[in-house]
């Protein structure tokens, strides 16, 4: 597993944390592991809460009509190289 950046891990622990992920740790998330259809087991739904938390968090947001939302989820390393290229301020 690879290691996490300082900016990889805040974002798997917001993960983690707005998911109510119990059975899982931020630094138990490989970022370049699948998000979708994983060990992770999110779906969906689950996207649509890691936006949301994403928006408050970061100060932007990620819209579901958006055409690269499967690049941008694809891994714990695509979501956060997007949030960093993104948050406000």
Do not use: W
């Not at 998330?29 to 996207?47: H, K, M, R, V």
């Not at 649509?48 to 968090?57: W, Y």
């Not at 997007?82 to 301020?89: D, P």
């Amino acid at each position: 597993m690879a290691e996490q950046t300082a900016a990889q891990h805040e974002l798997a622990t917001l993960v983690v944390e707005c998911l109510n992920l119990e059975s899982i740790t931020p630094a138990q998330i490989d970022p370049d592991a699948p998000l979708f259809g994983s060990e992770l087991g999110l779906d969906s739904i689950d996207a649509l809460e890691i936006a949301l938390a994403v928006s408050k968090r970061y100060g932007f947001q990620l819209r579901s009509d958006n055409p690269d939302n499967r690049q941008i989820f694809t891994s714990l390393r695509t979501l956060s190289a997007h949030v960093e290229q993104n948050r406000a301020g």
